[in-house]
C-alpha cells in the first residue's frame, strides 16, 4: 500500500469520483428525459420518497453535485497542504474505511434489487438515494480524516 502513503493519492481519487458525480448530477438535473421517467403522480404511500421524487423532478441535484465539487476541493487543498505522508496508523485507517465503504455498496446492491422488484416506478429515485447517500457519507469521512491527520 505505498501508494496511499501520498495525501494527494488519496485526495486525487476522492475528487475525480466526486467531479463524475457532480457532472452526473448537474447534467441530468432538470432534464426532459428524467423528469418524465419521474412522473409517478405519487403512487407510493411514503412521504419521504414522494419528496425525494419532487426533489428530483425540481432539478435540485445540481446543488448535490456543487457540494460535492466544493468538498472535493476542501480535501484536495488540505491533502495538498500537508507536506508529509501519512504513516502506517493512518495508511491502515483510510484502506479499512475505502474497503467498509466498498463493503456497504456491495451488500446495498441486493436491497436495491429487492426494492426495485417491488415497486420498478421508483427505481431511479431509489438507486440516486443510494449513490446520493453513500457517496455523501464516504466524502464527509474522508474530510473529517484529511482534517484529523493534518493536526499531526
Known amino acids: 500500500m505505498k501508494i496511499m502513503r501520498k495525501p494527494v ?4 481519487v476522492i475528487a475525480v469520483i466526486s467531479i463524475f458525480y457532480s457532472i452526473v448530477f448537474v447534467v441530468t438535473s432538470g432534464h426532459i428525459e428524467l423528469e ?5 403522480k405519487q ?6 420518497w414522494n419528496g425525494w421524487s419532487v426533489f428530483l423532478k425540481e432539478g435540485n441535484m445540481k446543488y448535490i453535485g456543487f457540494i460535492y465539487i466544493v468538498l472535493a476541493l476542501i ?4 491533502s495538498v497542504i500537508r507536506s508529509k505522508n501519512y504513516d502506517e496508523y493512518q ?3 483510510l484502506v479499512k474505511s475505502f474497503i467498509v465503504a466498498g463493503a456497504v455498496m456491495v451488500f446495498l446492491f441486493p436491497l436495491a434489487f429487492l426494492l426495485i422488484l417491488s415497486d420498478p416506478n421508483y427505481s431511479i429515485e431509489f ?8 457517496w455523501s457519507v464516504l466524502l464527509i469521512a ?3 480524516f484529511v482534517i484529523r491527520c493534518g493536526k499531526n
Open 36 to 40: 418524465r421517467m419521474l412522473n409517478h
Open 75 to 78: 480535501i484536495v487543498i488540505l
Open 91 to 93: 495508511i491502515s485507517v
Open 9 to 12: 493519492i488519496n485526495a486525487s
Open 127 to 134: 438507486m440516486m438515494f443510494l449513490v446520493v447517500a453513500h
Open 43 to 48: 403512487t407510493l404511500s411514503s412521504g419521504f
Open 142 to 144: 474522508d474530510l473529517f
